[in-house]
């Protein structure tokens, strides 16, 4: 698996140089290179660079406020960056307007034109394009049916429901053929099943035209499931890229570690180093454990809590067992999964059991043992 860290990023090789390159990564299409935008005295993007790859579907993620949406504004020319230059296709685009780059684009309130029907919005692009009425039609129906919606197409938008509206502002994106679909959080108005089969649709689109995606959101559940990679945004600056699972199971920082899904954050010293991994000291034992640094002091570990299992014997700390002896504070139901909190020696922490995989349901004030493997758990930087 291929990972991109902050800092050790491809961003200086040539875009078309494969022959020095050991893995298949398909060529870069669009390159941002150290891009700011400032508005006053408040950064909203902070010298961020990115090389997007054709054919793949990226996904900025990150909080409220992160610069999300104005780094995407950036790709679609409709805000200037303050500094910083953006390639596409090896040219400089950063001074063209939105129409002559030629990007696809679903944005949240860039909505469809009331007054026109499904079939006049899709068809919108193509006019504005002076193509051929025959090509128009073949076009805007080709469009409609890849989101399913060739049935509405004499429909007016207020009579579509939010997800058929969503469905026809895609069309309608990807219906000149675009190079690049920029998204802006297009699921965000959708209430929360509607949301997960529409993700599963979008994925499925993507698969099938093999255009570029860029989409933005702050779901990160979202953002794992539909993403080749994901790009971690936090005030204005990439904090983590790569691959869903990756990014998951091996973040960069406490930050990353707590915004995609939840973690366990534990404090223990290193004791040693060893091979590229930190020695830790926790539960009376000493274990090696991977992660983002091996300086000494104390460590910022992270365990996702679906590696932590709950045991009523006393272990029998065979080695890379770790064990932390606590107690049951509370128990919560989540369907396929209990969600135990638990204080332990090392703190509080939290375990995720699968419901048809627990023989013993714990019970608050149950005396317990919290283990996890060593390989489980993870250094991050305390950030
Ligand atoms: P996100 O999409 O991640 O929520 P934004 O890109 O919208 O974040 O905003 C990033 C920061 O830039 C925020 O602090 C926001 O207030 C600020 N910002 C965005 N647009 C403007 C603007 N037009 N004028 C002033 N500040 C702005
Ligand atoms: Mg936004």
């Known amino acids: 698996m291929r990972e991109d860290f902050p800092g050790e990023k491809s961003i200086d090789a040539p875009a078309n140089d494969r022959a ?27 010298d961020i660079c990115l090389d997007i790859r054709e054919g793949e579907l990226l996904t900025m993620l ?4 992160s610069g999300k949406t104005t780094l995407l504004m950036m790709l679609a020319g409709f805000v200037a960056p303050t500094e910083g230059e953006m390639l596409f296709e090896g040219a400089n685009v950063a001074p063209l307007p ?34 051929p009425k025959h090509v128009v039609r073949e076009k805007v129906l080709s469009a409609l049916k890849l989101v399913h919606m060739e049935p509405f197409a004499g429909r007016m938008p207020k009579a579509l429901s939010g997800g058929q509206q969503q469905r ?5 994106a990807i219906v000149f053929d675009p190079k690049v679909l920029l998204l802006d959080e297009p699921l965000g108005a959708l209430d929360r099943q509607l949301r ?13 035209l093999g255009t570029t995606f860029v989409c933005v959101t702050h779901d990160q559940e979202e953002a794992m499931s539909m993403s ?15 691959e869903p699972a990756a990014i998951y199971s091996r973040p960069q920082t406490r930050f990353v570690a707590n915004f995609l899904g939840e973690s366990n954050v534990l404090g223990a010293p290193v004791v040693a180093s060893d091979g590229g991994r930190s020695v830790i000291e926790l539960a009376g034992g000493r274990f090696p454990v991977g992660g983002a640094t091996t300086e000494p002091g104390e460590a910022c570990l992270s365990v996702r809590p679906e590696h932590i299992s709950i045991e009523y014997d006393p272990p029998d700390r065979e ?27 090392a703190g509080p922490v939290i375990a995720r059991c699968r ?15 919290a283990k996890c493997r060593a390989s489980a758990v993870w250094r991050v930087i305390n950030d």
Do not use: C
């Open 228 to 242: 080749d990679r994901v790009v971690v945004m936090r005030e204005g600056r990439i904090v983590q890229i790569g």
């Open 319 to 345: 080695a890379g067992e770790i064990a932390l002896e606590g107690h049951v504070r509370d128990v919560t139901f989540v369907g396929a999964d209990y969600r135990v909190h638990l204080d332990t020696e």
């Open 20 to 46: 020095g390159s050991r893995s298949a990564d398909p060529p870069v299409l669009l390159s941002v290179r150290n891009i700011v935008k400032r508005y006053g005295s408040a950064v909203a993007v902070n």
């Open 196 to 208: 997960a089969s529409l993700q599963d649709e979008l994925k499925a689109l993507h698969r099938r």
């Open 98 to 131: 939105p129409e002559k780059r030629n990007f696809g684009m679903v944005f949240q309130g860039y909505a469809l034109f009331p007054h026109l029907s499904v079939f006049d919005n899709v068809a919108f692009p193509l006019r504005v394009r002076r193509q």
């Open 355 to 369: 419901t048809s995989e627990q023989t013993r349901i714990p019970g608050a004030g149950d005396q317990v043992w």
């Open 168 to 172: 026809v502002a895609l069309a309608r």
């Open 62 to 65: 990150g909080p409220s406020g």
